[in-house]
């Protein structure tokens, strides 16, 4: 691609971008040991860093600054998009970019605790979604089919799935981990050894090791160093953690196929009391699921600890536990036990909302509904629909029509509760006739979203067959084999 090309129009740009990146995927999946030596033009090229502006300035974090103080709203007024992405490429291109420290903010945790999340610059930003884009396809091409977080087309409810699958065929036992820390403790050198390993042009990896040394800026106004972990809230971050927690992923598939070429010699595997194990994971919350028993089990949790040591990573002890299908768990704020059918003598897994993600959403809603009786209901019935919503689209495809119909009633109360208390004067009869026609809260053309109406169904386990956006459909080679 030609570097000094004219700027794009923003569909020239994603078209020219696809292209190439369609292009970059395809080397990588054929050659599995390539390295790519000349990417830095593409870094700097006018149509990635116009995709990588528009979507860093349509993200819902473009409202949020960094150290310097700017937002992209802030930069388009000011020197303008233009300007400010030819400034840019001039500095990539004459080798003159340096990103600066990202700005801490700490989020709670349920349980009082909190997390670190970083904020780079507006201008941080796009360098990073330019890399991004360079990076991703290259990667992708060697990451497992186990892995589902913060990929293309991946989603928490194909995780899911797949578990639902194969606890449906005789994976009884588990071990749910959780990585301690793991965004602030994955070990640079580690790292940038794995990024090494696809590519060769060290101006790109002078790029990446230059973000993740960039430091933090705490809240206390102290800048820190970043000797290890990928600030959370950058947007490199997500394809770093997965670069380095393929490790994982690349142990396990290569045990499973250790096991056998197909599932009648694992069959016999098992039979012979061995076990046979699979990982999913989804970012750094991750289950391995075994069919055996109890001590298969916990001997996996010492090698999961084994593998994970050379990253700089570490699980933690409270946290990580071994468990029965009949026990439950929670993966991903849904529910996962197996349970006796009612009405017959068959036992089935259930996926269904986790007690903590329904307390997480009440919590909101009591949030939204206590005082503030100085807005009216329209705004009110705005701010919560979108919440209610997109809470019943992530589970709509578990067993969850009892929750909905129960949020539909704690909604119903709090809403109602919230209209008693801004009109107290007034009666049943004039708050029906005013904001609850047929016992809904409504305003004008503003209704209050109903959980209950939301379709259940259950989700199509998906497998290996996940389409990349770079190619029209995923090779047969790549499909799971059978449990």
């Known amino acids: 691609m030609n570097t000094g090309a004219p700027w794009p129009t923003p569909s020239e740009a994603e078209a020219r971008v696809l292209r190439m ?59 303008g998009e233009a300007a400010f992405l030819a400034d840019l490429r001039a500095d990539l291109r004459a080798r003159t970019f340096r990103p600066v420290a990202v700005r801490e903010r700490m989020i709670p945790k349920p349980g009082g605790k909190r997390r670190r999340l970083g904020i780079p610059t507006v201008r941080d930003r796009v360098v990073q979604a330019a890399l991004k884009l360079v990076l991703e396809p290259i990667f992708e091409a060697d990451f497992a089919p186990c892995s589902y977080g913060f990929r293309p087309g991946r989603r928490a409810q194909d995780a899911i799935a797949e578990i639902h699958y194969l606890t449906s065929r005789s994976y009884e036992w588990l071990v749910d981990a959780d990585i301690s820390a793991c965004f602030d403790e994955i070990d640079h050198r580690a790292l940038l050894g794995r990024v090494r390993a696809r590519i060769g042009d060290r101006r790109v990896l002078t790029l990446v090791a230059a973000f993740l040394r960039a430091g933090i800026l705490g809240e206390d106004g102290i800048e820190r160093d970043t000797a290890t972990g990928t600030p959370q809230g950058g947007i490199l971050s997500p394809l770093l953690a997965n670069i380095a927690l393929s490790v994982l992923d690349e142990h396990f598939v290569a045990a499973w196929a250790a096991m056998g070429p197909h599932s009648g010699a694992r069959q016999q595997r098992r039979l012979h009391g061995a076990a046979t194990y699979r990982l999913v994971r989804y970012a750094d919350d991750f289950v391995v699921l075994v069919a055996g028993t109890r001590e298969h089990a916990e001997a996996l949790r010492s090698e999961v600890a084994a593998v994970l040591a050379p990253m700089g990573l570490r699980l933690s002890d409270a946290k990580t536990k071994i468990a029965h299908i009949d026990e439950g768990f929670d993966f991903l704020g849904f529910r996962v036990v197996r349970q006796r059918k009612r009405g017959s003598g068959r036992s089935c897994v259930y996926t269904y909302p986790a007690k903590r993600s329904l307390a997480e959403i009440k919590a909101k809603v009591r949030t939204m509904t206590r005082g503030a009786t100085d807005q009216s209901l329209g705004i009110l019935l705005h701010r919560l629909n979108p919440v209610l919503r997109g809470w019943t689209a992530y589970f709509r495809h578990g067993v969850s029509k009892a929750t909905f119909s129960y949020l539909r009633a704690f909604v119903w109360r709090r809403v109602v509760s919230w209209l008693r208390h801004k009109s107290r004067r007034a009666n049943w009869k004039q708050l029906r006739r005013r904001s609850l026609p047929r016992w809904w809260p409504t305003e004008g053309e503003v209704t209050l979203f109903n959980p209950s109406a939301v379709t259940v169904s259950r989700y199509r386990y998906r497998g290996g067959r996940i389409p990349l956006p770079w190619t029209e459909r995923v090779s047969g080679s790549t499909v799971i084999a059978s449990a």
């Open 21 to 79: 990146q369609t292009k970059l995927h395809r080397w990588a999946t054929d050659d599995r040991e390539r390295r790519f030596v000349d990417l830095f033009n593409l870094v700097a090229d006018p149509a990635f860093l116009l995709v990588a502006w528009r979507r860093v300035r349509g993200n819902r974090g473009a409202r949020s600054a960094g150290i310097d103080g700017q937002t992209a709203s802030s930069i388009e007024a000011g020197r």
